[in-house]
């Protein structure tokens, strides 16, 4: 069973490579080349690769934007647009960038992602018209006006280098909204990649409409784990790949 490195010391090393790259200097060949960038932006590319090497996401196009307008304070670090799943993820950033590993508020938490929440809003209502034609965030706010009529579904992620606190749920739904919230702290990334394996799903089938799902226990099985089979109603498989 792979070993979880020491939490400081990932978090070190992300650091020093977040610091590196920011400055362009980085002796890995993959990343000759690359433009310096403020760290924030850095860390954010850094954080993505990870998930998206791993299968988590798909791909992301890094851009960031933090303003006040009308609707309050707006941020967000990267973004992407499935319109085949009609659904937009965007990723926003808490990047604390201190020598002591931080605890993360709920408070700041919630800010983030209402943050976050706010830019889909603003994008919705035709703010690009507003903005400067020839930068990416105006790309990035059209694009999301231009299928804000497709989209069903949102999928909200935040990043931090911080960790979080420990009666936090990895993840949220707001079923009402269809708003998916994902937290991803530095101790569930070094967790994430020490094991090289994917978190553990939890779906409440209560929450889908009532089913009962009855299963039958496999009589001879492995020593080492437990099977069962069971028949999912096609409605149910719909819902959850939503």
Same mark, same amino acid.
Request: glycine fraction near 4%.
């Given at each position: 069973?792979?070993?979880?490195?020491?939490?400081?010391?990932? &978090?070190?090393?992300?650091?020093?490579?977040?610091?590196?790259?920011? &400055?362009? /200097?980085?002796?890995? /060949?993959? @990343?000759?080349?690359? +433009?310096?960038?403020?760290?924030?932006?850095?860390?954010?590319?850094?954080?993505?690769?990870?998930?998206?090497?791993?299968?988590?996401? *798909?791909?992301?196009?890094? %851009?960031? =934007?933090?303003?006040?307008?009308?609707?309050?304070?707006?941020?967000?670090?990267? @973004?992407?647009?499935?319109?085949?799943?009609?659904?937009?993820?965007?990723?926003?950033?808490?990047?604390?960038?201190?020598?002591?590993?931080?605890?993360?508020?709920? #408070?700041?938490? &919630?800010?983030? %992602?209402?943050?976050?929440?706010?830019?889909?809003?603003?994008?919705?209502?035709?703010?690009?018209?507003?903005? !400067?034609?020839? #930068?990416?965030?105006?790309?990035?706010?059209?694009?999301? @006006?231009?299928?804000?009529?497709?989209?069903?579904?949102?999928?909200?992620? =935040?990043?931090?280098?911080?960790?979080?606190?420990? *009666?936090?749920?990895?993840?949220?739904?707001? !079923?009402?909204?269809?708003?998916?919230?994902?937290?991803?702290?530095?101790?569930?990334?070094? $967790?994430?990649?020490?094991?090289?394996? $994917?978190?553990?799903?939890?779906?409440?089938?209560?929450?889908?409409?009532?089913?009962?799902?009855? %299963?039958?226990?496999?009589?001879?099985?492995?020593?080492?784990?437990?099977?069962?089979? +069971?028949?999912?109603?096609?409605?149910?498989?719909?819902?959850? @790949?939503?």
């Amino acid at each position: 069973m792979p070993i979880e490195r020491n939490l400081e010391e990932f &978090r070190r090393e992300l650091l020093s490579e977040v610091i590196d790259r920011s &400055r362009g /200097e980085v002796e890995n /060949e993959l @990343y000759e080349g690359i +433009t310096p960038d403020f760290k924030e932006n850095i860390f954010t590319k850094i954080f993505i690769e990870y998930l998206t090497e791993n299968g988590v996401i *798909d791909e992301p196009i890094i %851009c960031y =934007l933090q303003r006040r307008t009308g609707y309050g304070n707006v941020k967000v670090n990267a @973004y992407n647009i499935d319109t085949d799943a009609h659904r937009i993820d965007l990723f926003v950033a808490l990047f604390n960038d201190t020598a002591e590993l931080p605890m993360v508020l709920k #408070s700041n938490i &919630r800010d983030a %992602c209402e943050q976050a929440l706010r830019f889909l809003k603003l994008s919705r209502s035709g703010y690009h018209d507003k903005m !400067e034609q020839s #930068s990416e965030q105006f790309d990035m706010v059209q694009g999301i @006006y231009k299928v804000k009529d497709e989209i069903q579904f949102v999928h909200i992620y =935040l990043l931090t280098d911080g960790v979080l606190p420990s *009666d936090l749920s990895y993840s949220e739904d707001d !079923e009402e909204e269809k708003i998916h919230f994902q937290y991803w702290d530095v101790k569930r990334l070094n $967790r994430f990649v020490s094991s090289n394996m $994917r978190d553990a799903i939890e779906i409440d089938i209560s929450k889908y409409g009532g089913y009962i799902i009855e %299963c039958l226990p496999l009589r001879s099985p492995p020593a080492c784990y437990s099977a069962y089979l +069971t028949i999912f109603p096609g409605k149910l498989l719909s819902d959850l @790949y939503e």
